[in-house]
């Protein structure tokens, strides 16, 4: 088990950007591979992106649709992070976005950070 902290949601203009961080204080986070999930009242959590560890893989991302060509996943493996840069933002962005990290069946979960996006 690893414990994961979520950062930098906030309010944000239509249009704008933001940059999500999935920080955890164990190593194995670095043979983890990491999803940004997310949830908007009255919906059910929904998969926004992942991306594979780089040292047991070879990192690979996948996005859903609704967010392709507007967010990035990245990780910074020395700082134990996972990024996501979210650009061009809806209001249908709105939602809370949780950090997810697993391995071997063993699967984590971050506390969630706000994300709104006003129109």
């Known amino acids: 088990q690893v414990q994961l902290v979520e950062s930098g949601g906030g309010l944000v203009q239509a249009g704008g950007s933001l940059r999500l961080s999935c920080t955890s204080s164990?190593?194995?986070?670095?043979?983890?591979?990491v999803g940004w999930y997310r949830q908007a009242p009255g919906k059910q959590r929904e998969l926004v992106a992942t991306i594979g560890s780089g040292i047991t893989g070879n990192g690979a991302t996948s996005y859903a649709d609704s967010v392709k060509g507007r967010f990035t996943i990245s990780r910074d493996n020395p700082k134990n992070t996972v990024y996501l840069q979210m650009n061009s933002l809806k209001p249908e962005d709105t939602a809370v976005y949780y950090c997810?990290?697993?391995?071997?069946?063993?699967?984590?979960w971050g506390q969630g950070t706000q994300v709104t996006v006003s129109s």
């Open positions: 164990g190593i194995i986070f670095r043979l983890m591979t």
């Open positions: 997810n990290a697993q391995r071997l069946g063993v699967i984590n």
